[in-house]
């Protein structure tokens, strides 16, 4: 059985061990040693990486109670000694990001009354689910205020073992899940925690929580937080952010959610204004088109370069207000889309008269008895259509 020296201590970062098996299963090579400081994944907590000798760790994981190593190849023969090093840095993450999980659930909990439910830890950011559904950003932001307080009192964390009787005895989040010997995670005054995972000494060493988001999943709430460097990172991310932001709008930092907002309105207004003025627009084309069909006959049909089919169905919207009977087929050469309409006496339906001869051009799309709209894979395709759905228009063989 692996002696799991990281029980022992969270902070051992090199060491000699002796290779006890060599494991290959499915193109994968594992490594069990005599004992390890590598943390195998397990609470929400990933395995370590590293290596042993000069051969990289890859994951660490546990089965069946022994911790087995995944390595990029073996390090060495059955029975030899080799030397291990952790990804310290990627370690010291993991340890921040779990004690701060402690921290903010046990927080949580004091002052919202809802336990967590789950933790995950990923490579970019830490989450909690927790027992509840509604909150406020006055309450998060008491969570956050709290967490900070409680890490600049650099609260000693400790870890030991109990029996499963003394276990019984604490005032624990839950009951462990593991018969026997139970690992305590204290946080000195505030929690005791049955845990697995690897924790810092003291709640001064985590340096900052900052909660990123908050949002309900599956009735709950999720939490989203940074700890330790990756807060820092993240404060360092958006300040600069802030800062070119502040600079380019020549605009203190502090003014510039007033100065968006202001925007907003302003975009707001331009935007009802252009809806009128494309409103006018419309119904100026609609005419113009409404007087050329009358005198060269056929159905109301035009190509446009400038204008998308969501804009072209406005179009057909103010031409089917003035024209019931006349067919219209109207194109946007910008996105290679046709559309056809007809106010509802026009004797066909479009989307079947669609589904009839888009396939000859390679043309996708449907619709309809008085709308239908297709899209082509390139402009030849389109006009070739568009000038056979004119011509059939036009000498009414669409029955």
Same mark, same amino acid.
């Given at each position: 059985?692996?002696?799991?020296?990281?029980?022992?201590?969270?902070?051992?970062?090199?060491?000699?061990?002796?290779?006890?098996?060599?494991?290959?299963?499915?193109?994968?090579?594992?490594?069990?040693?005599?004992?390890?400081?590598?943390?195998?994944?397990?609470?929400?907590?990933?395995?370590?990486?590293?290596?042993?000798?000069?051969?990289?760790?890859?994951?660490?994981?546990?089965?069946?109670?022994?911790?087995?190593? @995944?390595?990029?190849?073996?390090?060495?023969?059955?029975?030899?000694?080799?030397?291990?090093?952790?990804?310290?840095?990627?370690?010291?993450?993991?340890?921040?990001?779990?004690?701060?999980?402690?921290?903010?659930?046990?927080?949580?909990?004091?002052?919202?009354?809802?336990?967590?439910?789950?933790?995950?830890?990923?490579?970019?950011?830490?989450?909690?689910?927790?027992?509840?559904?509604?909150?406020?950003?006055?309450?998060?932001?008491?969570?956050?205020?709290?967490? $900070?307080?409680?890490?600049?009192?650099?609260?000693?964390?400790?870890?030991?073992?109990?029996?499963?009787?003394?276990?019984?005895?604490?005032?624990?989040?839950?009951?462990?899940?593991?018969?026997?010997?139970?690992?305590?995670?204290?946080?000195?005054?505030?929690?005791?925690?049955?845990?697995?995972?690897?924790?810092?000494?003291?709640?001064g060493e985590l340096g900052l929580l900052k909660l990123l988001r908050a949002?309900?999943?599956?009735?709950?709430?999720?939490?989203?937080?940074?700890?330790?460097?990756?807060?820092?990172?993240?404060?360092?991310?958006?300040?600069?952010?802030?800062?070119?932001?502040?600079?380019?709008?020549?605009?203190?930092?502090?003014?510039?959610?007033?100065?968006?907002?202001?925007?907003?309105?302003?975009?707001?207004?331009?935007?009802?204004?252009? $809806?009128?003025?494309?409103?006018?627009?419309?119904?100026?084309?609609?005419?113009?088109?409404?007087?050329?069909?009358?005198?060269?006959?056929?159905?109301?049909?035009?190509?446009?370069?400038?204008?998308?089919?969501?804009?072209?169905?406005?179009?057909?919207?103010?031409?089917?207000?003035?024209?019931?009977?006349?067919p219209i087929l109207l194109g946007s050469l910008t996105e290679f889309k046709?559309?056809?309409?007809?106010?509802?006496?026009?004797?066909?339906?479009?989307?079947?008269?669609?589904?009839?001869?888009?396939?000859?051009?390679?043309?996708?799309?449907?619709?309809?008895?008085?709308?239908?709209?297709?899209?082509?894979?390139?402009?030849?395709? @389109?006009?070739?259509?568009?000038?056979?759905?004119?011509?059939?228009?036009? $000498?009414?063989?669409?029955?």
């Open positions: 059985m692996t002696h799991k020296r990281y029980y022992d201590s969270a902070y051992s970062q090199e060491w000699t061990a002796v290779i006890q098996e060599i494991i290959s299963d499915k193109n994968r090579v594992y490594v069990r040693l005599d004992e390890t400081f590598f943390y195998p994944e397990g609470g929400g907590q990933p395995g370590d990486s590293g290596w042993i000798g000069e051969v990289r760790v890859l994951d660490t994981s546990s089965q069946n109670g022994e911790v087995l190593h @995944l390595v990029e190849a073996s390090p060495g023969e059955q029975g030899s000694k080799v030397s291990c090093r952790l990804d310290w840095e990627r370690r010291f993450d993991h340890m921040q990001q779990h004690s701060g999980q402690h921290l903010l659930s046990a927080t949580v909990l004091d002052l919202l009354g809802a336990a967590t439910l789950s933790f995950h830890l990923g490579d970019e950011y830490a989450t909690i689910d927790v027992e509840r559904a509604e909150w406020t950003q006055q309450e998060l932001d008491g969570v956050e205020r709290e967490v $900070n307080l409680r890490i600049v009192r650099n609260l000693p964390i400790k870890s030991y073992f109990v029996s499963s009787e003394e276990a019984a005895n604490l005032p624990l989040v839950k009951a462990p899940s593991v018969e026997g010997e139970v690992r305590i995670v204290e946080i000195e005054g505030i929690e005791y925690n049955a845990c697995g995972g690897t924790h810092v000494s003291a709640t949002e309900k999943q599956k009735g709950h709430l999720r939490l989203t937080f940074k700890t330790g460097l990756r807060a820092l990172d993240e404060f360092v991310t958006q300040t600069k952010i802030l800062a070119t932001l502040s600079s380019k709008l020549s605009t203190p930092k502090e003014e510039l959610l007033e100065r968006l907002e202001k925007w907003t309105e302003e975009d707001r207004r331009k935007q009802t204004e252009l $809806n009128a003025l494309r409103q006018q627009l419309d119904d100026y084309i609609a005419q113009e088109l409404l007087h050329e069909t009358v005198h060269a006959g056929g159905p109301i049909a035009k190509l446009f370069t400038d204008r998308t089919v969501k804009e072209l169905q406005s179009l057909a919207t103010a031409l089917t207000a003035r024209n019931l009977q006349l046709l559309l056809l309409a007809h106010g509802g006496e026009a004797g066909f339906s479009c989307g079947v008269l669609f589904k009839e001869i888009l396939p000859a051009f390679g043309g996708r799309g449907g619709g309809n008895d008085r709308l239908a709209q297709a899209g082509f894979a390139a402009e030849s395709e @389109l006009n070739a259509c568009y000038d056979m759905l004119k011509q059939r228009l036009s $000498n009414h063989e669409i029955q």
